[in-house]
Nanobody, 125 residues
Framework: QVQLVESGGGLVQAGDSLRLSCAAS????????MGWFRQAPGKEREFVGA????????DYADSVQGRFTASRDNAKNMVYLQMNSLKPEDTAVYYC??????????????????WGQGTQVTVSS
């Protein structure tokens, strides 16, 4: 059974940093692109960032470009999202996801087949 578990969320102040982790189990994901999404109350799930299977290429939403960094450790089946200079508008539930087989990095939720349960990030002003 495939399982993704996010951790590392919490309540922080504006300007602080957090590092989210996503632990994958049930299969090896080293051949798959991974993505990070977030969803704030009353809003649709939105793309945050993505990373290729090798970790050599990343893509970010304009709203987080330069502040967030995705990385992965395929030996540990882990994906990370380093979030710096957090803003109140970053408040949301953050999800990691596994891209569909053969799918390169995608900004659309439909490009991903497995999802974690999410971790709450709250940034106070």
């Amino acid at each position: 059974q495939v399982q993704l578990v996010e951790s590392g969320g919490g309540l922080v102040q504006a300007g602080d940093s957090l590092r989210l982790s996503c632990a994958a189990s049930g299969r090896t994901f080293s051949s798959y692109a991974m993505g990070w999404f977030r969803q704030a109350p009353g809003k649709e799930r939105e793309f945050v960032g993505a990373i290729t299977w090798s970790g050599s290429t990343t893509d970010y939403a304009d709203s987080v470009q330069g502040r967030f960094t995705a990385s992965r450790d395929n030996a540990k089946n882990m994906v990370y999202l380093q979030m710096n200079s957090l803003k109140p508008e970053d408040t949301a539930v953050y999800y990691c996801a596994v891209a569909r087989t053969g799918q390169a990095m995608s900004r659309a939720p439909t490009g991903y087949i497995y999802w974690g349960q999410g971790t709450q990030v709250t940034v106070s002003s």
